[in-house]
């Protein structure tokens, strides 16, 4: 019963961690459905580490995103001077 509430609590912090970054990424439909966990999971965990890690870079540092041929998460360094 006990490992019961805490994986109960443990899937609905990951749905909340989910929804969060599915509010954050592009209203894109496509980009949501290729982002699901269910999906592709390497590509959910890394839109989740560069939105995380997007927020602790200081505003207007340097952010070199090399080989970024879509520039698709231009939009998280907002605050930077993103270079690609």
């Known amino acids: 019963m006990n490992n019961m509430k805490m994986n109960g609590a ?3 912090k990951e749905n909340s ?3 969060r970054i599915m509010r954050l ?9 290729l982002c699901s966990r ?3 999971y390497h ?3 890394l839109l989740r580490f560069i939105i995380r890690e997007s927020k602790k870079i200081k505003r207007d ?3 070199l995103d090399a080989g ?3 520039v698709k998460y231009k939009e998280y360094f907002k605050h ?3 270079v690609t």
């Open 10 to 12: 443990k899937r609905k």
């Open 17 to 19: 961690l989910r929804n």
């Open 25 to 33: 990424s592009k209203k894109n439909l496509l980009q949501k459905i």
């Open 38 to 40: 269910l999906v592709d």
């Open 43 to 45: 590509q959910w965990s």
């Open 61 to 63: 540092s340097k952010v």
């Open 68 to 70: 970024a041929e879509e």
């Open 80 to 82: 930077c001077n993103y």
